[in-house]
């Protein structure tokens, strides 16, 4: 177990709180940038209202939608040019995760004598952010409460996700009835994302802390228990309510305390959506069985069977390797059965002949020879090529 | 389920990061009043190795040793002068839950131009106070990481509890093996106190986040496998790190957000140790088990049955009143039997005839009336006297 630092200050207002929206964001300033999404948000009427907020509190808005997802540095500089341009002094990011990540790059970049992208390509330090607030939409990425953000660069075909503390939310307003409209696909893609935040750190290298395990384990169970639930009913307050806090803890510093990182379906996703501009969750939800078959072994096999009995409850008394196995199947009949996501690929959005170049871009950018099993380019060739039709793992 | 707001911004160094408490401390000013408890932090070095890293950072040092168990409101009213007189700007707890609490209590008589016991007697509010860091020694009441302190005052038999945020700890050093050198009894008690934080919160009247309930048992579970295991091997880093760890989040905000929350057994143990300056812990591990028993019926067998069926693997197959129970012996059993702490108080120490009393100020200062199950003065009469002699409930 490593030494760490836990450090989360975000303050958290879960629930019937978007009211005190006015008087938290009038504390860092008076000009605020306004960032927001698609259709959604003004369909529901949540952005009508928090306009209504903000100005009540007597603030000025300036507005910066259309956010789409695998957002874009483009929309990164035009929002930190805004930033200097009006002397902004707070950001808001109302909408699913890639709003959020894109109001953190904007702050970031509102301070940036450079390129923006060279946060990413180069690895330039953040030293100074505006304060950002958010008011998540959906339950999935957890960026709400945390100092992390990816963006897409569709010129480079690059997806790059970088982390600092500067960009870390002063608030974040959770309430779970704002993700009410979001859809069934949408939905189950978010908790595809959220549970493999956490599968990503529950197969680490690192032995951890007994006592996150078995958090990890409580909160894989909430996504299975509930998640079904919100796509059947999008107003089940409990399910929302539950996803939403799940997704903030899963990925805001605490359940990886104490071991060393190395994610790796993340970074092959990354390079997918990259490529495909694909939904981030579904890709991550066709991945993760394969990749779980892939790296089960000998030497992984008591995890995956501890996984599997204690996120699924798989028998304790039949063989280790069966019970991983029974671990991996059940995910499958999560992901794929009860949340309807597909389990391939088709070969019309995903071509194989890209492969040997995601395999590249993955295993560099995603440093995956450390990961939990050492991938190298074949190994993720192997593994997408397994999400091209069933079962040649 | 309940709107909350979740704000608990301390940085928390954990592990071997000692050497960045000089750096931290200078954040906060150059005159800190440095206050511990008794032996065991001189003989450890600890204490020692703490002043060379303070007067390495150029930073002065004030020290108010003596902090003793259930603190007294007198070495407050001390500290609290102190500070006044020498204009210290922070406030550093090295210690058991006493001496942090002490610490946080003094931080806010520096600028209290009252008594600082109207704070508990009167409920006088905290507008301000000095900046606090903790050091924690033992692994029990998680004061490290949250904004309560309980303080005793002998001169009226009281001991109360209250939070603040202004004397939530702006930092935290929470080095596992500076718990190497608490003894077998002294790290039972603080298991049962933990095991106690957790419990009041899990047998709640709402109905709360069940992402919460798994992160509770989850917990639970943790206090149950490593508590014993530091008791026989005092050095045990990985059991040490788990309960240490597992201590500051039973009672940082976290477990109970979205519950409203009135105690039971701590509020009767407060009152035991006012009346005999008995250890919490002790107090607590006696205690549980009869309130336990004594509140379990046919509206409260479901919730002790999952207790039992999620913490102590107790069988899903039999009746739902016999797997209660069976949690609730499992629970004797670990306290008992693994921690050897003792199961009754003597009569040479804790008097009948003070029942009425003690009874009395417990539903008064602890709301029992609210609790769980409501609890008026005969009831907590009759857990006291099961406390006494063996299955008289």
């Known amino acids: 177990m490593n030494s760490f630092i836990y450090y989360t200050p975000v303050k958290i207002y879960f629930g019937q709180y ?12 008076r000009r605020v940038l306004l960032v927001s999404g698609r259709a959604s948000v003004r369909k529901s009427g949540l952005y009508d209202r ?65 390129d923006p992208w060279r946060f990413f ?44 503390s500067a960009i870390l939310p002063k608030a974040a307003f959770l309430d779970p009835e704002n993700t009410f409209c979001v859809d069934a696909f949408q939905t189950a893609c978010g908790a595809a994302d959220m549970f493999s935040h956490i599968l990503e750190t529950y197969f680490s290298r690192d032995a951890g802390l007994f006592m996150l395990d078995t958090m990890m384990e409580g909160m ?31 990925i805001n510093g605490l359940i990886g305390s104490g071991k060393q ?17 694909m939904t981030h969750g579904l890709g991550l939800a066709v991945l993760m069985p394969k990749w779980m078959k892939y790296v089960l072994n000998e030497s992984t096999a008591e995890r995956f069977r501890r996984f599997g009995c204690q996120v699924f409850g798989v028998s304790e008394d039949i063989p280790v390797m069966d019970a991983a196995r029974q ?29 040997e170049m995601i395999a590249k871009k993955a295993v560099w950018n995603g440093n995956l020879k450390n990961a939990y099993q050492s991938l190298q380019e074949e190994d993720v060739i192997a593994v997408l090529n397994a999400c091209m039709q069933e079962d040649n793992v």
């Open 261 to 277: 990182q190395v994610w790796s379906c993340h970074p092959i996703e990354h390079e997918l959506s990259a490529f495909y501009d």
């Open 50 to 114: 928090i306009l209504d907020i903000l100005q009540e509190a007597d603030l000025e808005v300036f507005e910066l939608p259309c956010v789409k997802a695998n957002p874009e540095i483009d929309l990164v500089r035009k929002g930190g040019e805004l930033c200097k341009t009006n002397e902004i002094d707070l950001v808001i990011g109302v909408g699913g995760g890639s709003v959020m990540d894109t109001a953190k790059w904007i702050a970031a970049s509102a301070f940036a004598d450079f």
């Open 220 to 250: 894989l169970k909430t996504i299975v228990r509930y998640s079904a639930a919100a796509v059947e009913k999008p107003d089940d307050y409990e399910a929302r309510a539950n996803l939403m806090w799940t997704a903030g803890w899963a």
């Open 121 to 164: 390509s180069r690895g330039k330090q953040v030293t100074k952010a505006l304060p950002v607030i958010t008011v998540p939409t959906t339950a999935a990425t957890g960026s709400e409460t945390n100092a992390s953000g990816v963006i897409s660069n569709s010129a480079t075909k690059d997806k790059l996700g970088r982390s600092a």
């Open 327 to 355: 671990g991996i199947l059940r995910t499958e009949d999560f992901l794929y059965r009860e949340l309807a996501l597909p389990s391939l690929f088709s070969e019309d959005e995903v071509h194989r002949q890209d492969f």
């Open 18 to 29: 978007l009211t005190e929206l006015g008087k938290e964001a009038a504390l860092y300033g």
